[in-house]
């Protein structure tokens, strides 16, 4: 039996349906990618899915144990408290259940049938573990337990959300844009992870590189139908290609038959008093059809961007540094970028590389080093954020800036023209910002960095928000941009089809420079060492030749040891106490379980003991690991 399934399921918003008739089943062991253009209605989809919204008509059966974990695509703004808290309540009431029994327990306020109703409740719901399943979640994503969660950056608030919606051990995830803001080393800790899973998931996402990886069958939702096409996202591709063309075939059959019979009703007198009333009928049928059709729109038309002549050189950074503090995000840099230059930049979140990019741009100035920067430079910047100057505004308002023209000389136009190239009709067009999707301002954000023309163009998360179709669109149009282009993302396979160089940050200052996009960097980095700790602890890659500049070389060599950051000095300095201390709590705990009376006394706190030693020797065993880890980076490096 499906874990989910839709009958005949429809939604509109006003006389455009949404689902029209929709049928799906979703079994356990699928992994299953839902794609369609932005405003479709694939968000829509899932909200029925998971239950956060009903249908218009038809019906939407689950399994009645059926667990369900979900990322929504945006992060809501109510979401408040401690990391550990919001992840925990992806067990709904377990961890509250919880409390409560070990609490009772202890003070002795519950009566009995209390605690037998809540320990059914979690036996149940098989949560004696709970706590062991919630710190391994957390210690995988890289999660701080203590943390506030409305103090975190944007890809660590999705790895929460990610934490919370699988925590749970659900039989069904349905994951909205999980790539979004993620960085590389967890986007594939994502797909590792759903290769795993032994439920259902059922994803929408932009990134091919992800899609290709992760998906078994591949849902596409257009015009309100749903049509399911098993295999990979290739065979999705090919297959999808056959079926546009025949549709187009069709299409164009049913157009000519009706010119035929639309010329033949209206023929003279002598045709009128011989016509067939089957006829008749027929081309009312095809009036019909034709009218109740809903065409494609068409992709969206993606203007070259123009340039403007700048100097040649762009920016030259040698022995840069700059730290916040203590904190030294970027140590000892060196490079050159040209006039014409395509650079990619990578690292994990927090690495630093926000920060480089203003450094380049000349909106920082470094704290050791010098930096260089070329003339005439007339920077576009596309923020991953989508900030836009009045929120509160229309789309064409920030866009054309009160007038009805954008654009200069020969190349001005309509603004209402221009932005129908970036799929804006004129009633959207004069819509509030406040009203549009994620897709829609993405695409907003395009059409005002097209606008104007620039000779540096910077991109943070382009790819953001946008359908595949835009994606792909937009990667032809840099292809064609004659400036320098800075581009930000983890997408991979934009990255290979965009960038001549990568700039990869580690995360403890050092930055190595590679000639092509991410898969050339794969293939030149040396193979990482191998270590216990986290992906983001990895030891930095090394540059290898092939750079613009080999005398002003990235730093970081394979004969050299790499210096501990301040951070990690700090943490050499620390562990060794956090070692004693969770020693002490595992002779504490060891001396607990060898008491008879409590075994007499509270059963149930034994249960409880258990885990906190099982937890403070998994701890303990990380510390030393870790220790050992940073004594290793600290000490000596033979050279020979």
């Known amino acids: 039996m499906a874990l989910i399934q839709l009958k005949e399921a429809h939604v509109a918003y006003g006389n455009t349906p949404l689902l029209d008739g929709v049928d799906l089943g979703l079994d356990a062991g699928e992994r299953v990618c839902l794609l369609g253009r932005n405003g479709v209605g694939k968000s829509t989809l899932l909200d029925v899915l998971v239950g956060h919204r009903g249908l218009d008509s038809g019906e ?112 069904l995830v349905v994951l909205d844009e999980p790539t979004n803001h993620l960085d590389l080393d967890h986007i594939m800790w994502l797909e590792e992870w759903i290769g795993r899973f032994n439920g259902a998931c059922l994803f929408t996402s932009h990134d091919r590189a992800f899609i290709e990886s992760a998906a078994t069958r591949i849902l596409e939702l257009d015009r309100g139908a749903l049509s399911s096409w098993p295999g990979d996202y290739n065979n999705y591709l090919r297959r999808r290609a056959e079926r546009e063309q025949a549709e187009a075939a069709a299409l164009h059959r049913a157009d000519r038959l009706l010119a035929q019979e639309e010329v033949w009703i209206r023929q003279g007198i002598q045709a009128r008093r011989t016509r067939n009333e089957g006829r008749v009928r027929r081309l009312e049928q095809l009036r019909r059809e034709h009218a109740g059709r809903r065409t494609r729109s068409g992709p969206a038309r993606l203007g070259s961007a123009a340039t403007v002549s700048s100097g040649k050189l762009v920016a030259e950074a040698e022995s840069v540094s700059f730290g916040y503090g203590d904190e030294l995000l970027i140590e000892n840099f060196d490079a050159l970028i040209m006039r014409g230059d395509r650079i990619g930049l990578i690292g994990a979140n927090g690495s630093g590389k926000t920060t480089l990019i203003r450094l380049l741009l000349g909106e920082l100035e470094p704290t050791r080093g010098e930096m260089r920067r070329g003339e005439r430079l007339r920077v576009a910047y596309f923020d991953q954020h989508r900030q836009l100057p009045d929120e509160s505004g229309t789309v064409r308002a920030q866009v054309a800036e009160g007038s009805d023209f954008v654009g200069e000389g020969e190349h001005k136009r309509h603004i209402i023209s221009y932005l129908q190239d970036f799929l804006f009709d004129p009633v959207r067009a004069n819509a509030p910002v406040s009203v549009l999707s994620g897709g829609e301002r993405a695409r907003l954000a395009l059409a005002r960095l097209f606008v104007n023309p620039s000779s540096l163009l910077v991109m943070d998360e382009p790819t953001n928000d946008l359908d595949v179709e835009t994606l792909e669109l937009l990667e032809e149009r840099l292809a064609d941009y004659d400036g320098t282009l800075l581009v930000v993302s983890h997408d991979r396979r934009f990255l290979d089809n965009v960038v001549s160089s990568t700039l990869v940050l580690d995360g403890d200052g050092s930055v190595s420079q590679y000639v092509g996009g991410y898969t050339e960097y794969l293939r030149q980095r040396p193979a990482p060492v191998a270590s216990t700790s986290s992906a983001s602890a990895r030891t930095a890659p ?9 005398q002003l070389a990235a730093v970081g060599s394979v004969s050299k040891p790499r210096k501990l950051s301040f951070k990690e000095q700090r943490e050499l300095g620390e562990l060794p106490v956090q070692m004693e201390a969770l020693e002490a709590q595992i002779a504490a705990h060891n001396t607990a379980l060898m008491d008879p009376e409590v075994y007499r006394d509270s059963p149930a706190r034994v249960a409880q003991i258990g885990l906190e030693l099982q937890r403070a020797e998994r701890e303990l065993e990380e510390s030393f690991n870790r220790w050992a880890e940073l004594e290793s980076l600290a000490a000596p490096t033979d050279l020979a």
């Open 542 to 550: 090394t540059p290898q030749s092939g750079v613009r500049k080999p």
């Open 60 to 171: 939407c059966r689950r399994q009645s144990t059926l667990r369900v974990g979900y990322v929504p695509q945006a992060v809501s703004e109510s979401i408040v408290g401690s990391v550990r808290e919001v992840v925990a309540s992806g067990a709904g009431t377990l961890s509250v259940d919880l409390e409560s029994y070990y609490a009772g327990l202890e003070t002795g306020n519950l009566a009995q049938a209390q605690i037998d109703t809540l320990q059914a409740r979690i036996e149940a719901a098989q949560g004696w573990d709970f706590e062991q399943r919630l710190d391994g979640t957390l210690q995988r994503l890289q999660l701080d337990r203590l943390g506030d969660f409305q103090d975190l950056s944007g890809g660590q608030q999705r790895r929460v959300l990610l934490a919370r919606a699988i925590v749970d051990e659900p039989q």
